[in-house]
């Protein structure tokens, strides 16, 4: 009993920290004048509900970020990479920072709106120049949106990623980047003397990628503990239900249901996931979900 009830609270904190950021995301009544605007939800669960950490911008090792300058706005993730655990190292303060300086950065007008990819780059190079060495790494998604051309730039390293969704077919995606078999493109920053032994990229080895938008096209953006659990199928049903949509209850309901989905696959040992699949086709023999930290930005495009 004592479990279910601390459940309970962590997946009641994890869907509410979604809720309470409808404002840090998108505020149509006020931007709907000039033009375009983005109405989100955001939803997520650490991988670990009893150490991993649920608070305003994290869901375990998973960061993300929602930033606004003049006509454009700025949404990202970030993943930790969780094997730095096994050394001492805290996973997620390494994504944290690259997503809480990329906020930093959009909200003083620090960045060029076409080029997300020197967004990550410049929050990375502050990372490296920290007086107090932030040591691990992390892929990461960042997608800006100028609102005076409907146009969308992003940036994406790693197996994080998004997804565009019009009249109910996918119209954009990122692509997945990976040295091999479940092991991405990150950024790192490893401990002295084992800079031979950890990959580390360039943030200008990101994929990129720029595009138009639509009136009620769908945007997700989330990690690979999405993308790892649940069908492509799947994602798409769902965000097909709240194309054209403006409601952000409506949206964050979505968002909360894609979340608890992957959540769910993630731990249910006989279901054949994406990263089953993935795995069975490298050779290797593998059934079920595969656990990991979810972090969910869902969004429509009001026109």
């Known amino acids: 009993m004592h479990s279910i009830y601390w459940t309970g609270r962590l997946i009641s904190r994890a869907i509410w920290n979604g809720l309470s950021n409808h404002s840090t995301c998108s505020d149509h009544t006020i931007t709907k004048k000039r033009g375009v605007s983005l109405v989100s939800g955001i939803c997520g669960f650490p991988k670990n509900f009893t150490e991993g950490r649920i608070r305003r911008g994290q869901f375990g090792d998973d960061a993300w970020f929602c930033g606004k300058f003049k006509a454009l706005e700025v949404i990202g993730v970030a993943d930790g990479v969780g094997g730095w655990r096994h050394y001492g190292i805290d996973p997620g303060e390494f994504s944290n920072f690259l997503m809480r300086t990329c906020e930093r950065l959009v909200s003083m007008g620090k960045f060029v709106p ?3 990819a020197g967004l990550l780059a410049r929050s990375y190079r502050e990372l490296l120049e920290n007086k107090q060495p932030i040591l691990g790494s992390s892929t990461a998604c960042v997608i800006v949106l100028n609102k005076e051309t409907s146009c969308i730039y992003a940036a994406n390293i790693g197996d994080s990623g998004f997804v565009i969704v019009r009249k109910g077919e996918v119209v954009h995606r990122s692509s997945e980047q990976q040295h091999y078999f479940n092991t991405p493109f990150q950024l790192s920053l490893p401990p002295p003397g084992h800079s ?11 994929d990129t990628s720029t ?3 639509e009136n009620g096209d769908v945007i997700l953006l989330a990690t690979d503990g999405v993308f790892d659990n649940v069908p492509d199928q799947l994602l798409i049903t769902e965000m097909c239900k709240i194309e ?3 409601d952000p209850t409506k949206i964050q309901s979505v968002a909360n249901t894609i979340a608890w989905m992957a959540r769910s696959f993630a731990f249910d040992g006989n279901f054949l996931s994406p990263f089953a699949q993935s795995a069975r086709e490298n050779g290797i023999d593998a059934i079920g979900g595969k656990p990991d930290d979810i ?6 495009v009001a026109i």
Request: proline share 8%; hydrophobic share 40%.
């Open 244 to 246: 054209g949509e403006r």
């Open 114 to 116: 076409s080029e997300p």
């Open 196 to 206: 031979n032994l950890v990959l580390s990229d360039s943030p200008e080895s990101a």
């Open 211 to 213: 595009f138009g938008v």
């Open 295 to 300: 972090t969910v930005l869902l969004a429509t």
